[in-house]
Antibody
Framework: EVQLVESGGGLVQPGGSLRLSCAAS????????IHWVRQAPGEGLVWVSR????????NYADSVKGRFTISRDNAKNTLYLQMNSLKAEDTAVYYC??????????WGQGTLVTVSS | QSALTQPRSVSGSPGQSVTISCTGT?????????VSWYQQHPGKAPKLVIY???KRPSGVPDRFSGSKSGNTASLTISGLQAEDEADYYC??????????FGTGTKVTVL
């Protein structure tokens, strides 16, 4: 069974850092691009970032470029999202998802990040 | 990277059809075949219902169909059922190797 499980969310002060993890199982992680998507409370979905099979190609939304870094460790079946210089507007549930011809066919349950003093 | 425009809400009675529009630009919806649609129930993760404009993943009922004309994509739910009540989001690949989601549409089954 394909599973994606996010972890690492929590409460952080503005300007702080947090690293999210996404543990993959039930499929060969190294064969798929992976996305991070976020959803602020009561709001819509927003694409954040994606990473290619070997981690050498990454793309970011303008709103997080220069502050967030996506990476992967295929040997550990894990994806990461390093978030620095966090702002209140980064408060959201963060989902990782498996790419499927431009869409995402499997999603994790999400992890909540709250940026507040 | 402005969000794609969707109607805030649509509604229909059981058995009826509803169509949700998703309007972008030539830099996203109009320029690529990678348009997908997601269903999201409250408190749950999104679920893929359409990819590549009009393809259905395995297990998604054929009541769900997608299309695109110019800069506007559409999702039609035929034979509306109570379990279809949810939020729906479109998503498109866009220039600069990014993606953009729609603003979301709440579907209400009357």
């Amino acid at each position: 069974e394909v599973q994606l499980v996010e972890s690492g969310g929590g409460l952080v002060q503005p300007g702080g850092s947090l690293r999210l993890s996404c543990a993959a199982s039930g499929f060969t992680l190294s064969s798929y691009w992976i996305h991070w998507v976020r959803q602020a409370p009561g709001e819509g979905l927003v694409w954040v970032s994606r990473i290619n099979l070997d981690g050498r190609t990454t793309n970011y939304a303008d709103s997080v470029k220069g502050r967030f870094t996506i990476s992967r460790d295929n040997a550990k079946n894990t994806l990461y999202l390093q978030m620095n210089s966090l702002k209140a507007e980064d408060t959201a549930v963060y989902y990782c998802s498996r790419d499927f011809t431009g869409g995402s066919d499997y999603w994790g349950q999400g992890t909540l990040v709250t940026v507040s003093s | 990277q402005s969000a794609l425009t969707q109607p805030r809400s649509v509604s229909g009675s059981p058995g009826q059809s509803v169509t949700i529009s998703c309007t972008g630009t030539s830099s996203d919806v109009g320029g690529y075949i990678y348009v997908s649609w997601y269903q999201q129930h409250p408190g749950k993760a999104p679920k893929l219902v359409i990819y590549d404009v009009s393809k259905r993943p395995s297990g998604v009922p054929d009541r769900f169909s997608g299309s695109k004309s110019g800069n506007t994509a559409s999702l039609t739910i035929s034979g509306l059922q109570a379990e279809d009540e949810a939020d729906y989001y479109c998503c498109s690949y866009a220039d600069s190797h990014t993606y953009v989601f729609g603003t979301g549409t709440k579907v209400t089954v009357l």
